[in-house]
């Protein structure tokens, strides 16, 4: 997923705008319309805030270190990283990655109460679809994505590339955290997304309760942004494929069910709520056999 900041060499210029005062209110709150009414200064708050971000990601000792961070701020699902185990230089960047989505949302807030959309409001929104998403914070990248695809894009278009972006996480979202298929076919129809085939493919998984098609199309997807809003639906997925196994079947291979739910089958009990019987064989007992008593002698 592109994100538009600022070069890498702006890293060892980051006290550009040590004198910039990084202390505004929300709009929303009627507390604070300074950004509100100066259009450089939204530009220059914008570019503290690539920068911000971009330090955070640059500083980090290695990928595994900031895919933790961005996990640490993931609400809803169970890949979350409990911040009890975070390290110290965890907790930095998660602060850090705090106030960049703060500060966010009162430039959101102020450039959108300014007047109608302009070519930096929807640089501004694209950024912050872009950042959020992959930090799973859909109090932010929601309505920053409705305001993209309804208020800017009939104004200043967004490009195809852009509307394939922007729609597709919207219609991920509508299914893996909302669990609105409809919606999200009419949302598929209304931005014209229906030539996205591995949209459509996740879609048809959903509607199935395919858990291995839906599962091979998310360790497929390259777009870290598209994962991490699927990642909403993976609990609900493995769920539901355990009522269908459940109803379908008496017993299976905890191997099976693994391989089916993606999940070891410690996790199935203690996480999903899975109450089957597991014998030492390996076999798990999903429903007992009701055995019929002998018919009565004339």
Not at 156 to 167: D, F, M, Q, V, W
Not at 223 to 235: E, K, L, N, P
Request: hydrophobic share 40%; glycine share 6%.
């Amino acid at each position: 997923m592109p994100v538009e900041f600022m070069p890498a060499w702006a890293v060892d210029d980051l006290d550009e705008d040590s004198d910039f005062k990084d202390d505004y209110g929300l709009v929303s709150r009627g507390n604070d319309t300074r950004l509100q009414s100066d259009p450089d200064v939204q530009q220059r708050y914008f570019a503290l805030l690539q920068r911000k971000y971009l330090a955070v990601c640059a500083n980090a000792p290695g990928v595994d270190a900031l895919r933790r961070t961005f996990q640490t701020l993931t609400i809803g699902t169970e890949h979350a990283v409990d911040q009890d185990e975070e390290t110290d230089e965890d907790a930095a960047r998660r602060m850090a990655l705090d106030h960049v989505v703060l500060g966010l949302r009162k430039l959101r807030e102020a450039v959108i109460a300014s007047g109608p959309p302009t070519p930096f409001a929807k640089k501004l929104l694209l950024f912050s679809v872009r950042v959020t998403v992959l930090l799973g914070h859909y109090q932010s990248y929601l309505p920053a994505m409705k305001r993209l695809l309804d208020d800017v894009h009939p104004v200043i278009p967004l490009s195809a590339a852009e509307r394939y972006e922007i729609g597709g996480l919207y219609v991920l979202h509508l299914v893996h955290f909302s669990n609105d298929l409809t919606a999200a076919y009419d949302a598929m129809q209304h931005y014209d997304l229906f030539d996205d085939l591995a949209l459509r493919q996740v879609l048809r998984a959903w509607a199935d309760v395919d858990y291995v098609l839906w599962r091979r199309r998310y360790d497929a997807e390259p777009d870290s942004g598209r994962r991490r809003i699927m990642a909403f639906g993976d609990r609900i997925m493995a769920i539901e494929t355990l009522k269908r196994l459940g109803t379908a079947y008496f017993f299976m291979q905890k191997d099976e069910i693994e391989k089916l739910t993606g999940r070891r089958w410690i996790d199935c009990v203690e996480k999903l709520g899975c109450g089957w019987r597991l014998e030492e064989t390996g076999r798990v007992v999903m429903r007992e056999r009701k055995h019929r008593l002998p018919a009565k002698a004339a």
